[in-house]
């Protein structure tokens, strides 16, 4: 199977290494990272990931927003994005969910497991 | 002839009264013996007069020819006779040979004639001018009579017309003291007192005052009305035995008991009268004083028939006073309303018409909407929502659901006078006067205050989390990636210790989401989803996100369900109260161990226990397990990880959910913690 590129996007940089390492070491996924949604914009539309794990809560270009921006470039419009968040109340996860999200994971996760979520997402199409 | 001619043989030589008696046109003469009253001589006016034959009369006894329409009457004139007596001018009745009574003016004395006591008795007929009399006191009672239906006609008059019911009963009673003679007297009502005791107040009063003092009292007793409660007088007679009661004795004991105030004119004779109303309730009281000569029996039976009309008047009032108390009361009652309405400020109190158009505002109102009520009096509700919402037609969407099932709740932007918005709690009520919509009932309350704090505390609560949440996760990422041994094999030691660091982020983390879903549901700001939800599933995400607890515990996890058991509610909810009982379990049990969930359908509902085989509880603590921040033992926190709000925050979602929860335990015997969700069945 051909490697795969995950582009990881969080402005903390703690959490962008320990999701880095996840998805490197656990789960074999080649990764960039991002830190803010306009570097996220620039490396989806030149590196073209597999996925995007998406932080919701990033100063002036948030998640959301970046995510509405990605959906309008015809490049990476059709890249799936998974928001990462630590706001895990039920009217935010489903707002997450709402607007088009391949699926929410919660913060903190099992560093472990993250590979696997992933992937169970991308398969399934949900959560 | 023996007689007639010894007779006018006497009157030759003797009395000219006597003669002329005799001879004298239409006096009837009869003479008869003293002691037997056997007739010895008559006169033609006597035969003319009672229609008898000669023939028929001598020699037999005035008895015999039943001459005396009253016997005993008769007997005493003759015994007065005999006693030597000369009888004038007395009133009898006498009858003819035909029957009638007739009145005659009645003379007589005795006589003695060849030494025989004779009784002449001369009898003067008239019947004619009695009967005129009569018919002049006929007249006056008639005369009378009218005057007093006049008065009564003029009472009910002035009643229907309501006029004031003092002048009413004044004026009747002044007629009737004046038809009959009387000196004074007064009309009570009936009442009774506080303990159920009748007494009378007088509804009018004959004026007896003297003197200045006694016309200052007088005029106060007749505004006020006087209280009479002393059973022991005349009046108090006809109270209890509800008759009439007459007394004339001027001299008696009963005329100078009670009742009579100092100055009072002394109590000459008295006649007092129940009233009674329709029902034959007695009503009140007539009473009537010092008519000279008295009361009598024919005074009575003149004023029964019009007492009733008297009884009807008191009724009357008393029904019209008792009406008019209770529209006092009424309008006290819609004043003390108004003011009540009119004092809160707080809410918008509004009342719309059938239509929706506002017909009464509070000042609350006025103060919420900045419209003051002549200005929106009349006014569609929909003035006072948002453009948007007009055009959609909400306002009589609102109208037409709050008809229909019977109230609306709603919050939702509200418009002032001066265009701004506010965050509006509403509460339309149909109104229903009959079974007929006569409006609406329209309580609003501005919670736009309320509404930005309990944003403010979300944004607030959900920062805190997010903020708590950033440095966990990258230490518990950190942590599980050494622990996990994404950087090779570590010695054991260190494992452990990175193992006790993971571990207890985990219980930060925990304790982050417990203080915030408590928070949430006190708030009841936690929204329950519903969805069909397998058991089967439900129990195996519990139990397999427990497993990594479970194994390095030693204890066996064990689920047994039925088959095919579908139920209805919030399945992320139902996992987590399932998942707090079962690691609760799993903490509280030996190695060795099992833990088992079990899932039993009954009628109408589903009840999911968890069973361990742990050191159980004791009786008096089983109470308080599911308070807030209990922890049985004060180590226990520390020793098993837990924030105490666990069994708290599954109490809260299982009611939310319309359940129950609760526990069954014995010290030395394991526990069952156990929550049950009503199922509707189909």
Request: aromatic share 6%.
């Given at each position: ?10 402005d ?7 999701a880095?390492?996840?998805l ?26 597999d ?77 | 002839?023996?007689?007639e001619?010894r ?9 000219e ?30 035969l ?25 009457e ?47 008795v ?71 007192d ?31 009305g ?16 509800r ?81 008019s ?52 009096l ?32 709603s ?7 001066d ?33 930005d ?26 942590l599980?990636?050494?622990e ?32 915030l ?43 047994e ?51 361990d ?25 520390r ?37 049950e ?6």
């Open positions: 199977m051909a490697e795969r590129t995950a582009l990881v996007v969080d903390e940089p703690d959490l962008r290494l320990i880095s390492m996840s490197a070491i656990v789960g074999n996924w080649r990764v960039v990272e991002a830190g803010s949604g306009a570097e996220a914009l620039v490396l989806a539309r030149t590196g073209r990931p996925v995007i794990l998406l932080d919701v809560m990033m100063p002036e270009l948030d998640g959301l927003a970046t995510f509405a921006l990605l959906r309008q470039d015809p490049v990476c419009a059709d890249v799936p994005v998974i928001f990462m968040t630590a706001k895990v109340q039920a009217h935010e996860v489903a707002r997450y969910r709402g607007v088009g999200a391949a699926g929410v994971i919660l913060k903190p996760f099992d560093p472990m497991r993250l590979a696997d979520r992933v992937h169970e997402i991308l398969t399934s199409g949900s959560r | 002839m023996r007689v001619s007779l006018r043989a006497a009157a030759a030589h003797g009395s009264r006597f003669a002329h008696a005799i001879l004298g046109g239409p006096l009837a003469i009869c003479v008869v013996t003293i002691d037997d009253q056997r007739v010895v001589e008559i006169n033609d006016s006597f003319l007069l009672t229609g008898h034959e000669r023939a028929d009369v001598i020699g037999r006894t005035i008895h015999d020819i039943h001459f005396w329409v009253d016997m005993v008769g007997a005493r004139l003759h015994r007065a006779i005999r006693r030597g007596c000369q009888v004038r001018g007395r009133e009898l009745r006498y009858r003819t040979r035909t029957g009638a009574a007739r009145f005659a003016l009645v003379c007589g004395e005795g006589v003695a004639v060849d030494g025989e006591h004779l009784a002449i001369t009898v003067l007929d008239i019947t004619d001018r009695k009967h005129a009399e009569e018919q002049a006191v006929l007249q006056a009672r008639l005369q009378r009579n009218n005057t007093l239906l006049q008065a009564l006609n003029r009472a009910q008059s002035e009643h229907i017309a309501e006029l004031d019911a003092g002048s009413l009963f004044e004026g009747l009673l002044a007629q009737l003291v004046l038809l009959t003679e009387s000196r004074f007297g007064f009309i009570g009502e009936v009442l009774a506080t303990g159920g005791a009748p007494y009378l107040k007088t509804l009018a009063l004959t004026d007896t005052s003297i003197d200045e003092p006694s016309r200052a009292l007088m005029e106060k007793h007749r505004r006020a006087l209280e009479y409660g002393d059973m022991n007088t005349l009046y108090g007679e006809v109270l209890t035995h008759v009439p009661v007459c007394e004339n004795d001027a001299a008696g004991g009963r005329l100078g008991s009670g009742g009579i105030p100092p100055g009072h004119p002394p109590l000459e004779s008295f006649f007092g009268v129940p009233l009674f109303g329709a029902s034959r309730e007695l009503v009140g009281v007539l009473a009537l004083a010092n008519r000279p000569g008295g009361y009598d029996s024919p005074l009575w039976t003149e004023l029964e028939p019009l007492l009733p009309v008297c009884g009807s008047l008191i009724e009357a009032r008393r029904s019209r006073h008792l009406k108390l209770a529209e006092s009361a009424r309008r006290e009652s819609e004043r003390q309303f108004r003011l009540l309405v009119d004092s809160v400020r707080d809410y918008a109190l509004v009342m719309l018409d059938p239509f929706g158009r506002v017909a009464s505002w509070n000042a609350g109102a006025e103060r919420s909407f900045g419209y003051p009520a002549d200005e929106v009349g006014l569609h509700v929909s003035e006072l929502y948002p453009r948007e919402e007009r055009d959609s037609r909400a306002p009589e969407r609102d109208l037409q659901i709050a008809a229909g099932e019977g109230r609306l709740e919050e939702g932007w509200r418009l002032r006078r265009n701004s918005r506010f965050w509006a709690n509403t509460v339309l009520t149909p109104v229903h006067e009959e079974q007929h919509l006569c409006g609406f009932a329209l309580v609003t309350r501005d919670i736009t205050e309320r509404r704090l309990a944003r403010m505390k979300d944004e607030f609560v959900s920062m805190v989390s997010h903020e708590l949440r950033t440095p966990l996760t990258a230490i518990r990422g950190a599980g990636l050494i996990g041994g994404a950087f090779g094999a570590l010695p054991k030691v260190v494992i452990e210790l990175v193992s006790i660091a993971r571990s207890n982020s985990e219980r930060l983390v925990r304790l982050v989401n417990d203080i879903d408590m928070e949430k549901l006190e708030a009841g700001m936690l929204a329950l989803g519903r969805g069909e939800i397998d058991a089967n599933r439900l129990v195996a995400t519990a139990l397999d996100g427990l497993r990594g607890m479970a194994g390095p515990a030693g204890v066996a996890l064990r689920g369900v039925p088959a095919s058991c579908i139920l209805a509610g919030d399945e992320d909810r139902l996992v987590q109260v399932l998942t707090n009982l079962v690691s609760n379990a799993i903490k509280f049990s030996p190695p060795g161990s099992s833990v088992e969930v079990r899932v039993e359908e009954g009628p109408g509902r589903i009840r999911f226990s968890v069973v085989q742990g050191p159980g509880i004791e009786p008096e603590d089983l109470s308080r397990l599911f308070g807030k921040f209990q922890q049985l033992d004060s180590t226990d926190a020793r098993r990880g837990g924030s105490g709000l666990g069994l708290a925050i599954c109490k809260a979602i299982v009611e939310q959910h319309g359940g129950r929860v609760g526990v069954d335990s014995e010290p030395g015997h394991g526990s069952v913690f156990w929550f969700l009503v199922q509707e069945t189909s």
